[in-house]
């Protein structure tokens, strides 16, 4: 047993050398992104313009291009966490998170028809500014909070995948690589506003599509062609997509998969600040409504392209599985793995790669900052200083923020390091406050009835009883009362040794529809809820509470509600004046932009 030990240490040790692969054209790569992201922030915060007032520092002066625009979004929406995770997640499960798709379109209708019209006109440079229109300030205050504390929670994560991945492939340190790289990110941002943050990311993510799709085609070609890989995947039981069980319980289905993705991603586009930020940057409307149509299309492409890599991978290893012979310590790892094993042979290849996951964790850690300095300022530093305000003072305190929250993201990224199983409870926690922040504005939207009382109790609720279905999950996990073996995996074909048969021990043998979780029978039932029902459920809970307590406390009067704060759909309950004095109707012209004095932009 001792020598069997002995060879899977020397395993480890041969994969760590085996990536000790960098030479100077991967490194030149590598920096070639850093500095062309640094030298952006400098031509828009010193050779450009003035970056001196809020409206350019938060909203690029309302006159940025549609394309800038999307790139940034797609950017800041697919982190090192996507890049690395989907593929891992497609090689032990299977291939139903392509069920996103279907969300990415609901959506999109969703958020064309109830939001964007509504935020759009408001032109807030929070959003949670609408909640003390709608509510009070208390509602404002409190939910700017939970969404400022979630951030910075997830930010750190973000950046600690990618530096755990380079730290990888090349041996440095993560404790040098991740000030390196905050720093370039923090000064931009720091420096050039959303203008850099913009360009940063449309530049950023050529690095990252250009990366992933190289990889998809020197893998193709390696494992002899698109016919081999559904070959391989449809005897190892990865192609699924209409599993339709409705089972809550179960972990990844059709439904769970597009009811929860679809609500989850109402709190990453619909009402995030960056989100909201970006589309009101545009000059028009109906450059906003081109910015989401191309954003959808891009995350169609990054997703599916994402999922083919993960079918690529298990093409590759489905008979000698990098985990199960402790190649590898987890599934996380296996896509560097997979760049150093077929694409080291190209020069530059393997700095290609590495530059877009991190490309993308700076995409999200630069617009997560940006976003965060505008709420905290906006919903905080301006309740003590609005007397004092003027555009100057206002963008040096933004940057301000902007430092001290970077150093604080880099200073955690050295903890979560240490806390190990801790990093997913961290993640886990961002996710529950978006089934709250999903409630508080779907709330506002639409139920014009709903009370600050309702709202307040809703959100509380929605925390509370979501934070303790998640924490009995977390800690049925941590004791390892409750599991998730993937799908089935080999060792078959690995080259013959005398530890083969113990790696046998250490594959997966389900062949069946979806994916088992394995309980030792003392996990309470809802403890068993599919993770991706947190939200949903999350949001369901705020209703009940808040439509209850409205009731109990008295309704919200219908007279003196800006009709502007409720979705248009839900004018027809307004009380006669409220309704004719609304402007946001289907085939109704909203004055958006002036040209030559005479041109309206119309919202459709």
Not at 98 to 110: D, G, K, P, R
Not at 161 to 173: D, E, I, K, R, Y
Not at 327 to 354: E, K, N
Not at 410 to 433: D, N, P, R, W
Request: proline letters at 4%.
């Amino acid at each position: 047993m001792m020598h069997s030990a002995n060879n899977m240490t020397e395993n480890e040790g041969n994969f760590t050398s085996a990536l000790l692969m960098f030479n100077w054209i991967e490194y030149l790569v590598f920096s070639l992104m850093l500095g062309l992201s640094a030298l952006v922030g400098v031509y828009y915060g010193c050779y450009k313009g003035n970056q001196d007032t809020v409206s350019e520092y938060m909203q690029g002066g309302k006159k940025m291009g549609v394309f800038p625009i999307t790139m940034s979004l797609i950017a800041s929406h697919i982190s090192g966490i996507t890049l690395l995770g989907v593929p891992a997640e497609v090689y032990s499960y299977g291939t139903q998170y392509i069920a996103v798709l279907f969300s990415n379109f609901i959506i999109t209708v969703v958020i064309l028809k109830l939001y964007l019209p509504l935020f759009y006109k408001l032109q807030l440079n929070s959003p949670y500014e609408y909640l003390e229109r709608r509510f009070n300030h208390s509602v404002r205050m409190m939910t700017s909070f939970i969404f400022a504390i979630s951030l910075i929670l997830y930010i750190p994560v973000v950046i600690y995948v990618p530096a755990l991945a380079f730290n990888q492939v090349t041996g440095m340190s993560i404790h040098t690589i991740t000030p390196i790289v905050c720093v370039i990110c923090i000064f931009y941002t720091t420096l050039g506003g959303l203008k850099a943050v913009v360009w940063t990311d449309a530049l950023q993510s050529v690095f990252t599509f250009g990366s992933v799709i190289f990889i998809m085609v020197v893998g193709c070609i390696a494992v002899g062609g698109p016919a081999n890989v559904f070959k391989v995947n449809s005897e190892g039981h990865r192609l699924e997509l209409f599993n339709m069980d409705p089972d809550p319980f179960a972990r990844n289905t059709f439904w769970t998969v597009t009811v929860g993705f679809s609500v989850l991603w109402i709190s990453y586009l619909a009402i995030h600040p960056g989100a909201i930020q970006r589309f009101t940057a545009v000059p028009t409307y109906n450059d906003a409504v081109k910015v989401i149509w191309w954003f959808a299309f891009g995350m169609v492409v990054i997703k599916t392209t994402t999922v083919g890599v993960g079918l690529l991978i298990y093409t590759r290893y489905h008979d000698c599985d990098p985990v199960a012979t402790k190649v590898i310590r987890r599934s996380g790892q296996i896509l560097p793995f997979y760049v150093m094993d077929v694409a080291g042979q190209f020069p530059g290849l393997t700095g290609l790669f590495i530059s877009g996951v991190v490309s993308a964790a700076l995409s999200t850690m630069s617009a997560g900052l940006n976003t965060v300095a505008g709420t905290i300022y906006e919903d905080f530093v301006m309740m003590f200083c609005a007397k004092r305000h003027t555009d100057a003072r206002a963008s040096f305190i933004m940057k301000v923020i902007v430092v001290i929250l970077g150093l604080i993201c880099v200073f955690m990224v050295f903890i979560i390091e240490k806390l190990g199983g801790l990093v997913q409870m961290a993640v886990s926690l961002s996710g529950l406050t978006n089934g709250s922040l999903i409630f508080i504005f779907a709330f506002g939207i639409l139920f014009p009835w709903g009370t600050s009382k309702g709202a307040l109790a809703g959100l509380v609720s929605s925390m509370v009883s979501m934070g303790w279905i998640a924490g009995g999950a977390q800690s049925a996990i941590a004791g390892g009362r409750m599991l998730f073996p993937g799908k089935i995996t080999s060792v078959n074909g690995c080259p013959s040794n005398e530890t083969v048969d113990m790696f046998h021990n250490f594959t997966q043998s389900y062949e069946g529809v979806g994916s088992p979780v394995i309980t030792d029978g003392t996990v309470p039932l809802v403890y068993q809820l599919s993770y991706l029902y947190y939200a949903p459920i999350g949001v369901l809970i705020g209703f009940v509470v808040g439509i209850i307590v409205s009731l109990i406390t008295g309704t919200q009067d219908l007279n003196s509600l800006d009709p502007d704060l409720i979705a248009t759909q839900l004018h027809r309950f307004l009380p006669e004046k409220q309704n004719t004095s609304n402007v946001p109707v289907k085939n109704d012209y909203i004055l958006v932009k002036l040209k030559n004095d005479n041109e309206k932009e119309q919202i459709s």
